[in-house]
């Protein structure tokens, strides 16, 4: 069995080619011991910017396992691990049929699920295949001509797709290293599945999804593209089949609703047809841009270095005059801001960057919660009407072109008006006043967490930094409720998942969801299969 060695910190400018030689001095063996290793985990601990480091896990084979062990027996870092074994899926035969409604990572990844196990499915997509996708969000970001099928929330790949391809989470499961090890298989670089904080890029993430199609088609999947599921159809309270495009009727046995946090007319038509949804608190802000080099300069202490990458940061507190949580979201190093509304007449801000991170500023999400206090009503859909309203109000700041409000960041704090902004948001940005596209206590929540933030990261606080504004899709704003049997709790057959259903937040949360949701169905068919015969 393999040795784990746990907290095997160097200096951050060791080659990865010298870690072998430290082992051996670690472990005090002889060269010809060591027969084989492989790094589990890549973190960097900049906490001392005189002692910069990276912190590796790391996975041993040596030729005298009991020998080499023995004289660490009293070394909580140095343990003995059994060897992974690759799950074996067991084939399952079925005649029913299975929708899949939105292909962002649960949807895929229920598909890729599915697969394995040799159960087939249709997926259905309102938006475009990822490549005819690029060219309408292009359009929009250019020439502020907005496809409210095709867009930065609508598409082959969902949301994700135009982000900067976080690969993190804080879920324990043990699906992750499944999930990761697919996505390398797709195309996604190798060292996704050791470091610590893991990304694609949005550039590479177009590529792996177009694989994910590909590798699907030819294991039977069909994928239907342009198809916006607008009705669900019931018998005897269960999922019977499905209406497309307001026109075509397809019958099926289960559907997996993995529509996404934007899809507002699939909520309004869960609530046309009763099922029961929640609302569910969430957060809306502003985004924050820098110069990364002073981003690396605050948590490095230089202005760049070919060994260490963009830096990042995450902050949070907690405002006692408002008593909201205040914090960064969706931080992309090296990263632009970006439009990405998916309705006409509405503003929303987002952030992405490519896997080299290398625009020269860093981006991230500046934001303070929202709960039912905050809401028109008391109606499931009152948070989605209450994005709207400041959405709205973003657009007609803007000019009503999609040009975004934006001010300086140390003017909003201030409450002055701004004396000059530097974005890289497209279609370009208007200054304005940004209380104005806020709620009162969000500005004040943002404002007492901005100086927060500053005493944390001395020079947060900068003319040099610009806010655009409104940042408001940062979570669902619904939950479609379900049963600890992932069904709906209204409709049975009808598998609320991801995001967009209130049961994730991010890439890989949501494909966990789409596999939890997947592995449901394939025990059902399983114990069906077995109750025929």
């Known amino acids: 069995m393999p040795i784990l060695l746990r907290n095997f910190a160097v200096d951050f400018m060791t080659s990865e080619d010298d870690l072998p030689g430290l082992l051996l001095r670690r472990l005090s063996i002889e060269k010809d011991q060591l027969t084989g290793w492989r790094i589990l985990r890549k973190a960097l601990d900049a906490r001392k910017k005189s002692f910069i480091r990276f912190v590796y896990t790391i996975e041993i084979t040596v030729k005298n396992e009991a020998a080499c062990v023995a004289g660490f027996r009293d070394d909580p870092d140095v343990e003995v691990v059994a060897a992974e074994e690759e799950r074996f899926f067991r084939k399952v035969s079925t005649t029913r049929k299975i929708l899949i409604a939105g292909t962002g990572p649960a949807g895929l990844f229920a598909a890729i699920r599915l697969a394995d196990y040799g159960i087939p499915a249709t997926l259905l997509e309102r938006g475009r295949p990822v490549e005819e996708r690029v060219r309408d969000v292009r359009a929009f970001w250019d020439r502020g001509e907005l496809n409210p099928e095709s867009n930065v929330q609508f598409g082959e790949g969902g949301a994700g797709t135009f982000s900067d391809g976080k690969l993190t989470t804080r879920v324990r499961d043990e699906n992750l290293g499944y999930i990761l090890r697919k996505l390398v298989g797709y195309g996604a670089p190798g060292e996704i599945l050791y470091l610590a904080k893991p990304h694609i890029g949005t550039d590479r993430l177009r590529v792996v999804v177009r694989r994910i199609r590909d590798d699907l088609t030819a294991r039977g999947m069909k994928f239907c593209f342009s198809r916006r599921l607008t009705d669900i159809a019931s018998r005897n309270g269960r999922v019977a089949g499905v209406v497309i495009n307001d026109r075509d009727e397809v019958s099926c046995d289960r559907l997996v609703l993995a529509t996404g946090h934007s899809a507002r007319d699939t909520y309004e038509m869960l609530d046309r047809l009763g099922v029961r949804m929640e609302r569910k608190p969430f957060a809306i802000g502003v985004r924050v841009e820098h110069p990364q080099e002073l981003v690396n300069r605050i948590q490095y202490g230089v202005p760049a270095h070919p060994l260490l990458p963009q830096a990042e940061y995450a902050l949070a507190c907690r405002d006692p005059q408002t008593g909201r949580s205040v914090y960064s979201f969706c931080m992309c190093p090296g990263g632009m801001v970006m439009a990405a509304a998916s309705e006409e007449g509405y ?119 610009t806010l655009t504004g409104v940042e408001t899709r940062t979570s669902s704003p619904v939950r479609v409720v379900r049963g600890d049997d992932l069904h709906s709790v209204s409709m049975a057959g009808l598998f609320p998942t991801g995001e967009g259903a209130g049961y994730a937040g991010g890439i890989m949360s949501a494909a966990l969801d789409g596999i939890r949701v997947a592995d449901r169905i394939a025990m059902e068919l399983s114990d069906e299969t077995r109750s025929e015969v």
């Not at 960057?353 to 991230?364: E, K, L, V, W």
């Not at 497209?426 to 806020?438: C, K, Y």
Request: aromatic share 10%; proline share 6%; net charge positive.
């Open 347 to 465: 503003l929303v801000t987002n952030g992405m960057s490519c896997f080299g991170r290398d625009s020269g500023y860093a981006n991230s999400a500046l934001v303070a919660t929202v709960d039912e206090r905050d809401f028109p009503s008391p109606h499931p859909l009152a948070g989605v009407e209450f994005q709207r309203s400041w959405e709205r109000k973003a657009f007609a700041a803007g000019g009503r072109t999609y040009r975004a409000p934006a001010q300086n960041l140390l003017d909003f704090v201030a409450g002055k008006g701004s004396r000059g902004i530097r974005s890289s948001y497209l279609p370009g940005v208007v200054e304005t006043d940004l209380a104005a596209v806020l709620p009162a206590p969000v500005t004040s929540a943002l404002k007492a967490g901005i100086r927060v933030f500053d005493r944390r990261m001395k020079g947060f606080l900068t003319t040099d930094a």
